[in-house]
């Protein structure tokens, strides 16, 4: 039997609340079928299995507030004798009071506990239909969408209110961290990327707006790549030992629309075209404002970017998310004259800072990889075999 | 002109779907979308997605300079969008 506990989905994640299930008792799960969605201070998270197994009981309900490392459910390994117990009848589950005046519900009806429970508050009947969970189990939000023709979705109705504050205390926590344990060091470098832009917009012209790379696209993939040749860039810092990562799940910072971002991870970014990064992040970016962000995204990165745009400011130093042991920063891309051959022309650039951590790397080590992600931004293959 | 207000407001609808904070505001239709909205370059891109969706309009990179407002997006678009559905 396998305890799945509440996962910390932050280094500074302390409790969370469960909005919802997506799983059933009886239900067969694989590693990564998502099995809840869990708020945290910055979004609401849907939260992956870690194991294949069968679900055997739900130990939480929707609403409840839980410390990180409460065992929420309990699956059973393939290899275990599998448990009777009819889906219909979830027993073991710590069933909310329903008011006494709750209606016994027909044994027929496939629920999930708190679906019932809801249902029961909110009038709701439940006989005779069947919901969008397993086998048509109706699902809590199954309940929600009936009770009200526009039932605000448990992400949205997350985002609101107090979001702003606490997004701000969850940066908050975790940039102080940063500062107190980690002794940055700080380089830049200014790009001359008009050869890369030049290809790029050669590359977008045969597109639809569809299939079209953002320059940051470009930019990430470049990063990703050096990153991957990089170990001393690219994995996580305990406080006492380095380890490095053998992927790189590519944090990149995405401003929230009600203020304050994220920087959840494109998983094996090392190993994307620029097109696959490029539909990876526009899909990553959606998510991230939109919910529905997963909890490798949120929990694995190995090193993290943050790009200005090109409304932001020319160039940034900045914060290492612990427990990652470097940040780059990539600012505006504008025209900035450049000296060759003794003349000064007009050129495409842009500045690249790397924050990096000098318990792990120093700055010869960290001038090596700017210089490397500036060689692969040169480099015409960057574009090829997307 | 009522065509016109009409295809603003189909614009519009585009938009809220990237900036759903363009739904509380009262957009100029002569100014610049991204002084008054903070749109980044992805946000520019799904709304450009979105346009192509919608009317069926594919604008090429070349052609972005042109539709930095929302009189010049309708412009733009309403001589070259595909007949409705």
Not at chain 1, 101 to 118: D, K, M, N, Q, Y
Not at chain 1, 322 to 327: D, F
Not at chain 2, 8 to 18: F, G, M, Q
Request: glycine share 10%.
């Amino acid at each position: 039997m396998i305890d799945v506990q509440l996962p910390s989905l932050g280094p500074e994640m302390t409790s969370g609340k469960l909005l919802e299930w997506r799983i059933v008792p009886g239900q067969q799960v694989r590693k990564g079928t998502v099995i809840a969605v869990v708020d945290t201070e910055k979004a609401a998270i849907d939260v992956e299995s870690w194991h294949d197994g069968e679900v055997v009981e739900l130990l939480a309900t929707p609403g409840q507030d839980l410390a990180v490392g409460t065992v929420i459910a309990r699956l059973a390994t393939p290899g275990e004798a599998r448990l009777t117990l009819p889906a219909s009848v979830p027993r073991s589950v710590p069933t909310p009071s329903a008011p006494p005046s709750a209606a016994p519900v027909a044994a027929t009806v496939r629920a999930l506990p708190a679906a019932r429970a809801r249902a029961a508050e909110l009038g709701v009947a439940l006989e005779g239909r069947r919901g969008r969970g397993p086998g048509g189990a109706i699902t809590l939000q199954d309940v929600e969408d009936w009770a009200t023709e526009h039932a605000p979705r448990a992400a949205d109705a997350a985002a609101g209110g107090d979001r702003p504050d606490s997004v701000r205390r969850a940066i908050a926590a975790s940039m102080a961290r940063s500062k107190r344990e980690i002794p940055h060091y700080y380089l830049w470098d200014e790009i001359d990327v008009a050869a890369a832009l030049g290809r790029l917009r050669l590359f977008n012209a045969a597109r639809s707006v569809t299939g079209r790379v953002l320059p940051v696209a470009m930019l990430l993939t470049a990063v990703a790549r050096a990153a991957g040749e990089f170990t001393d860039m690219n994995g996580a810092h305990d406080g006492l030992h380095y380890r490095p990562s053998g992927r790189v799940n590519l944090g990149v910072a995405v401003a929230l629309r009600s203020g304050g971002l994220i920087a959840p991870a494109l998983i094996d970014a090392h190993l994307l075209s620029v097109g696959q990064l490029m539909q990876g992040l526009s899909d990553l970016v959606r998510r991230a404002r939109a919910g529905g962000l997963r909890s490798s995204e949120v929990t694995g990165q190995t090193i993290t970017v943050t790009a200005l745009g090109d409304e932001g400011s020319r160039g940034l130093l900045g914060v290492i998310y612990p427990p990652q042991v470097a940040l780059v920063g990539i600012g505006r891309i504008s025209l900035r004259p450049v000296v060759e051959s003794g003349v000064v022309v007009p050129r495409e650039c842009v500045t690249i800072s790397l924050a990096a951590d000098h318990r792990v790397s120093d700055g010869r080590r960290g001038a090596q990889f700017l210089a490397r992600i500036a060689a692969l931004l040169q480099s015409p293959e960057l574009l090829e075999g997307t | 002109m009522t065509q016109n207000q009409e295809l603003i407001t189909a614009i519009i609808e585009v938009l809220a779907s990237v900036a759903p904070e363009v739904r509380d505001l009262e957009l100029d239709p002569h100014a610049p979308l991204r002084d008054q909205l903070e749109l980044d370059s992805m946000d520019h891109l799904h709304f450009l997605i979105g346009l192509h969706g919608r009317f069926g309009v594919d604008i090429p990179e070349s052609d972005y300079g042109a539709m930095r407002k929302l009189d010049e997006v309708a412009n733009y678009i309403a001589p070259r969008r595909q007949p409705g559905p």
